[in-house]
Nanobody
Framework: QVRLVESGGGLVQAGGSLRLSCLAS???????????MGWYRQAPGKQRELVAI???????RYSDSVSGRFTISKDNSKKKVFLQMNSLKPEDTAVYYC?????WGEGLLVTVSS
């Protein structure tokens, strides 16, 4: 089974930036590119929600709350997906999860202080 290893979370002040990374291990590139790859988040007391996704055909979608501030990208040769988060707001505070097919990462805590 594909294992997703995330890195890059932490504490940042409002207006700052963070870059999240997710490595898909235990797979090969041709398998890695066969599924959508995305980032989700779950804030305290709320349901998990989609943040950004790259579909297999290359289409990229963002939630309205992050559009224009966050950028998702991936490197197929390295089997990695990234989430560049700029102009962070306190309401972006959440645990962020990488997703590939039915596989999920363990989650990264991102805390944005006001």
């Amino acid at each position: 089974q594909v294992r997703l290893v995330e890195s890059g979370g932490g504490l940042v002040q409002a207006g700052g930036s963070l870059r999240l990374s997710c490595l898909a291990s235990r797979t090969i590139t041709s398998v890695f590119t066969s599924n959508d790859m995305g980032w989700y988040r779950q804030a305290p007391g709320k349901q998990r929600e989609l943040v950004a996704i790259i579909e297999t055909g290359g289409r990229i979608r963002y939630s309205d709350s992050v559009s224009g501030r966050f950028t998702i990208s991936k490197d197929n040769s390295k089997k990695k997906v990234f989430l560049q988060m700029n102009s962070l707001k306190p309401e972006d505070t959440a645990v962020y999860y990488c997703n590939w097919g039915t596989s999920w990462g363990e989650g990264l805590l991102v805390t944005v202080s006001s």
